[in-house]
């Protein structure tokens, strides 16, 4: 009734609706271009205000490196919270932290106890310093890997932008936000029972969202391996006596025609010894897929090389700068200037 008494209210409601239909794949007010732009923060796009950018990085990295965190937990952390990012919609990301806000931080793939022990750190760290929990999140994984690179031998610095802002709960949708929760996640080697397609095929739609190519999928799936952060610790596909270390073994092993690859009753894969028959290693039809798909298995023997550990380093560092700046469409062409990406 009142727009059929009010044609001015009909208007504007009309007017917001039609906007909304025709730009909500457009992600943030940031990307606006022109000067007909309206300005008003909008629910549907997530707003995430600026953060700061003014503090010292490496005394924050110094209380990161003396925090009680692993290495699994922090970059399972970091990852969790940047792994939102879609490039169909450019929803998602590490920007605003809403990993900590409903309903991401009680989302099942999340690990929602393990998060809440993590968090619980980096807020502190947040809370007594200058940045923004968006920033320590990705800064601690950063530290991470640059201590999982040097338990491997090699001097690495993660680049790291800062600015990322941190969201509120009044500007988070809850109910529109839902629909970014992960439901696998075969970097994580997260593959719950019961879904409807394959686990490769969840983790191929995966990559495209996130807007990786193949070289970057495969760097990052054996980097996340070793480093420990599989769902609810479990060691399938870790393939490596060194967990925390920026090591190529999941690669070596991937690819040794040492071992037999065996599936058990629960899907789950056996790699036993031809020789002795004694099982080492067990894997998920993800890892599988890096061994016996051709394309894959090209990557994962050119990164099994003795003389291709430093490069894949180089490379998985350059692969989760890409990610955790998915989002940052503040910054130049919306990507670090990262000499390695």
């Known amino acids: 009734a009142r727009f059929h008494e009010d044609h001015a209210y009909f208007s504007s409601v009309f007017a917001k609706a039609w906007f909304k239909l025709t730009h909500r794949d457009l992600g943030p007010k940031s990307r606006y271009i022109g000067p007909k732009a309206p300005t008003g923060d909008l629910l549907w796009q ?6 700061p950018t003014d503090y ?4 924050l990295k110094q ?3 003396e925090a009680p965190l692993s290495i699994g937990d922090s970059v399972a952390t970091a990852w969790d919270s940047a792994r939102t990012f879609r490039t169909s919609d450019k929803r998602g990301g590490a920007n605003g932290a809403r990993i900590r806000l409903e309903p991401a931080r009680n989302w099942k793939g999340n690990e929602p106890a393990r998060l809440r022990r ?32 040097r338990a491997a031998g090699f001097e690495v610095e993660v680049p790291f932008e800062p600015g990322r802002g941190d969201s509120t709960q009044k500007d988070t949708d809850t109910v529109g936000f839902s629909v970014l929760e992960p439901k696998s996640d075969g970097y994580r080697n997260w ?18 969202l996130l807007d990786l190519t193949v070289p970057e999928m495969v760097v990052l799936v054996g980097g996340m391996r070793v480093l420990g952060t599989n769902y609810a610790g479990t060691t399938h596909g870790q393939f490596t006596h060194r967990p925390g270390a920026l090591t190529n073994d999941f690669f070596v092993n991937t690819t040794d025609m040492r071992w037999r690859w ?3 009753a629960d899907g789950v894969f056996e790699l036993c010894d031809r020789a002795t028959g004694e099982t080492h290693w067990t894997a998920t039809r993800v890892d599988l897929l890096f061994g016996s798909n051709s394309v894959l298995r090209a990557y ?5 090389q003795d003389d291709s550990k430093e490069r894949f380093v180089d490379h998985f560092v350059a692969a989760w700068t890409k990610l955790m700046n998915a989002d940052r469409f503040d910054l130049a062409n919306g990507e670090s200037n990262n000499p390695a990406a």
Not at 46 to 51: W, Y
Request: hydrophobic share 40%; aromatic share 2%; with cysteine.
């Open 46 to 51: 997530d707003p995430v205000p600026a953060g």
């Open 56 to 59: 010292d990085v490496r005394s």
């Open 191 to 208: 593959d719950p029972a019961g879904r409807t397609c394959s686990a490769e095929e969840r983790l191929i739609e995966q990559t495209h």
């Open 63 to 65: 209380r990161i490196i």
């Open 118 to 149: 993590s968090l619980s750190i980096l807020e502190e760290i947040a809370r007594t310093s200058s940045a923004s929990i968006a920033d320590v999140i990705v800064l601690a994984g950063n530290v991470a890997i640059e201590k999982a690179a």
């Open 262 to 264: 065996a599936e058990s």
């Open 300 to 304: 994962s023997e050119f990164y099994a």
